[in-house]
């Protein structure tokens, strides 16, 4: 473990004011108007900045050195160069001097427009980062191009009309002056007023030199160099190591019966008992440890007990079948005139086990609570979320302006770290041992057993076709826990099907659970998409060609699914052994089709996933390259939690415990090819860090059913359940 000294990757306030000769742009709280100080004297920048309750996004040193606050996350999807690149492309900055750092964790002033009515937030989740941010570091950056060009038109006493900006410089069109922006600093003014920019007056994307581009990735020398900082990384003086016992029934709560035996091991400084934990403060990580291995506790029954999840299905099955409605989700035309009418009725249960993230780093955070109880500093790779302050203040009952977060880098999250337990659980850990940091350490067994998986879900599909072969209406009933983790994505906007209605039952078994990389669309668009292919099979059609008359009123998605069967040449010879399936989803705004290429071992009733191609519709592209990258990481995931990931759990507790016995994607398993394509578009950015995943159940699925006529309704598609599957 590295030795290094507490530092944060952001920079607060005070450093970020502390200049002799540069100037600071500050952004306006209200309207995003940024204004530039002269920075000659902190005291006097810190009195402006208290004045207009303005808050720093960039700062320009004379040197021409830029440094850009990036508000979001970093764990690996490229938000360090995404969201910074278009700044920088607005402002017409030389990406050579961009430096970037994280922005302090003020939802207020940092965050972008959230969902429904939760107002500004921070969160790195959804695929939402770029796709938030866009408008307003767009808006940024065009505003200090403007202020820069005002500035050199008022020196050189020339028309604003006159100027125009290049990499960095401000150039005086005819007699060719220019003038760096750093040169501009030491007599930099600021205009009373700022216009406010229409689309028109934006650059215009012909003239792009970075968005759109493949850009080095700015934290990326620091991951090969290993300086890049994460929480894991951060050893502090006079630390405090926790560790938590949850045991492996979810909300169970514990009963300690040899505490004085374990304050007695060397090194334990403290027993904590919580609702549904008993924690332990150590001198040392492996102190710390050897006493959780030695707890004696009686756990009380909980919600959880006698839940038996790959039993609960028959119940599932009986709730569907009850009349009493649950809540509706959709409802176009009548269902059930069209069923009435209907030439052809289909009808399917599909259903899909419990998952859990398996992020790369282990659940761990950092947290020193002051001797007096009053203010707090958090150390922690987080995905961010609602709360801006990840829960601390309530935990410890201070004021949020008394949390000081300081953002790292975090080692994958897929929907995980957007929950702030692991944070809240070091903040109460630490409220025992004031004026002590104290760094929190999940095990791989702790995150395992104690887990929020994806749900586990029953779904009952209907769906009815004219004497033409056309789908006239479309049912889709879901029973689980998690409102929206179960039911995003069950929507069929794209498709052209005139009575659409689907419902949500609840069930709750006191499982912990939470968002897993594309919420509800692996489930939801697995049980669709198969369906269709149901349909087609009965229909004596083409999957693709119905996909093509569903999407009539939608070119777009059209496009995406006429672009991956050029690249999969589908309607070209079939090698012998090998099946294709097509999928089609939109997922936070990105159009996705997909189609997958497999063959079977039907002896021991193994997939193996030959070639994955994807086109997809994500408006306009900030990093090629990295949006690539993140679609196809995405169908790598979604081909492992397809054939081997599976939680189940048995009287309530959880029985995965690592590695060993929850199966992630081996080498061997990877696909001899996976291809990608991105559709040229003039449109918003739209999220891609989901899109790839919920495309791989239903493309694989699809393809089992075109080599063996079979079909796969149970996620994962575990090598049992295949022979199953094939021997009925």
């Not at 030389?94 to 003020?106: K, L, M, T, Y």
């Not at 924690?279 to 038996?308: D, T, Y």
């Not at 419902?503 to 049980?527: Q, T, Y």
């Not at 006529?709 to 996620?715: D, I, V």
Request: hydrophobic share 40%; with cysteine; net charge negative.
């Amino acid at each position: 473990m590295k030795q290094n000294k507490p530092h944060s990757s952001q920079i607060n306030r005070r450093q970020f004011l502390r200049s002799t000769t540069g100037a600071t742009l500050f952004i306006g709280i209200s309207g995003m108007l940024p204004t530039f100080l002269a920075c000659r004297d902190s005291k006097e920048v810190a009195e402006q900045l208290q004045k207009h309750k303005l808050t720093p996004w960039v700062q320009l040193n004379e040197d021409g050195e830029i440094t850009i606050l990036n508000p979001a996350a970093e764990m690996g999807q490229g938000s360090m160069t995404s969201l910074p690149a278009i700044f920088a492309e607005e402002m017409d900055a030389s990406w050579a001097n961009v430096r970037v750092e994280f922005s302090p964790q003020e939802s207020a002033i940092y965050g972008s427009e959230g969902w429904g009515n939760n107002g500004k937030i921070m969160l790195s989740a959804g695929s939402r980062v770029t796709k938030g941010y866009y408008p307003i570091m767009r808006k940024a950056g065009a505003q200090a191009r403007y202020i820069l060009m005002l500035n050199a038109a008022e020196q050189w006493q020339v028309p604003l009309e006159m100027l125009t900006t290049e990499e960095g410089y401000v150039l005086h069109k005819e007699d060719k002056r220019k003038i760096s922006y750093g040169a501009l600093v030491p007599t930099l003014k600021i205009p009373e007023s700022l216009p406010e920019f229409t689309e028109a007056q934006f650059k215009d994307p012909s003239t792009y030199r970075l968005i759109g581009k493949d850009l080095p990735r700015k934290e990326i020398p620091q991951k090969v160099d290993g300086s890049a900082q994460f929480t894991m990384d951060i050893a502090m003086e006079d630390m405090v190591f926790a560790v938590l016992e949850r045991g492996k029934r979810h909300g169970a709560k514990p009963s300690l019966q040899n505490e004085s035996a374990i304050t007695s091991l060397p090194g334990i400084l403290k027993v904590v008992t919580l609702e549904y934990a008993i924690g332990i403060l150590a001198s040392s990580l492996e102190q710390a440890l050897e006493a959780k291995r030695q707890l004696q506790i009686n756990w009380e029954p909980s919600l959880a007990s006698g839940f038996n999840s790959q039993e609960i299905y028959e119940d599932y099955e009986k709730m569907l079948d009850e009349k009493e409605a649950g809540r509706v989700l959709t409802e176009i035309g009548t269902v059930a005139t069209a069923f009435k009418k209907a030439a052809n009725l289909y009808e399917a249960d599909f259903k899909n086990d419990y998952i859990y993230h398996a992020q790369m780093e282990p659940l761990n955070a950092i947290v020193k609570v002051s001797a007096d109880l009053q203010n707090a500093e958090v150390w922690v790779g987080s995905q961010q979320g609602f709360d801006s302050k990840l829960g601390v203040p309530q935990i410890l009952g201070i004021p949020p302006e008394n949390v000081n977060i300081h953002l790292q880098y975090l080692g994958g999250g897929f929907g995980r770290r957007s929950m702030t337990d692991f944070v809240t659980e070091c903040a109460l850990m630490a409220k025992e041992i004031p004026a002590r940091p104290v760094k929190l350490m999940w095990t791989r067994e702790d995150d395992i057993r104690y887990g929020a998986f994806r749900p586990l879900t029953l779904q009952r599909l209907k769906a009815a076709t004219d004497t033409n072969g056309n789908i006239t209406a479309f049912s889709h009933f879901v029973v689980g826990d998690g409102g929206n983790l179960v039911a995003s994505g069950i929507k069929n906007e794209h498709y052209n099907i005139p009575n659409q209605y689907a419902e949500w039952r609840e069930a709750n078994h006191g499982i912990r659970l939470k968002h897993w990389r594309a919420v509800g669309h692996g489930p939801n668009k697995f049980a669709i998409e198969c369906m269709l292919d149901e349909v087609a099979q009965g229909q004596k059609i083409d999957p693709l060609e119905l996909r093509r008359k569903l999407m009539v009123n939608a070119p777009n998605a059209l496009a995406t699914l006429e672009k991956v069967a050029g690249m999969a040449n589908w309607f070209g010879p079939r090698k012998s052994g090998r099946g294709r399936g097509v999928a089609f989803l939109e997922r936070s705004g990105t159009l996705s089709s997909g189609i997958c290429e497999i063959s079977l071992d039907q002896a021991t009733g193994k997939i193996r996933v030959h070639h994955f191609w994807s086109a997809h519709d994500a408006g306009i592209i900030i990093q090629p390259d990295n949006v690539i990258a993140q679609i196809e990481g995405g169908i790598l995931m979604g081909i492992g939690s397809v054939l081997t990931e599976q939680i189940t759990i048995v009287n309530g507790e959880v029985q995965q415990s690592n590695f060993n016995d929850y199966q992630m994607l081996r080498m061997e398993d990877i696909p001899d090819s996976v291809e990608t394509a991105l559709i040229p578009s003039t449109g918003s950015p739209q999220g891609v860090g989901e899109s790839g995943t919920p495309l791989v159940a239903c493309a694989i699925a699809n393809a089992f059913l075109d080599l063996t006529g079979k079909k796969l309704r149970h996620l994962p598609f575990l090598p049992q359940r295949v022979k199953e599957v094939l021997n009925t």
